[in-house]
């Protein structure tokens, strides 16, 4: 097992900032809406289709992503498109995925 040292100690604030982050994380359908717009932004509807929910539900955890800066929102017209703002955000997952397949 690895054991990496973090290059500082964190304040408290930072490791409630970090835990909030894992914690948006840690909700499968909000990850499988990341999985949707990951290549390239999706209106909301593409999003529904892909994630296999309601609208609402959806829209519920498409606000919380972008609130919290891993989404951003961009309006064209009639239509709303939703695509990566933090691109680490699909790094982590990648990470974690990988570990899981060692």
Do not use: W
């Amino acid at each position: 097992m690895s054991t990496g040292n973090f290059s500082r100690v964190l304040t408290v604030v930072e490791l409630e900032q970090v835990a909030a982050r894992f914690k948006m994380l840690g909700e499968p359908m909000r990850l499988r809406i990341l999985q949707a717009v990951c290549k390239q932004p999706r209106t909301v509807t593409d999003i529904v289709a892909a994630a296999g929910s309601t609208q609402a539900n959806v829209s519920k955890h498409l606000a919380l992503l972008a609130a919290a800066g891993i989404l951003e929102r961009k309006k064209d017209g009639q239509r709303v498109f939703y695509g990566i703002k933090d691109p680490l955000a699909v790094k982590l997952c990648e990470l974690v995925r990988a570990q899981m397949v060692e």
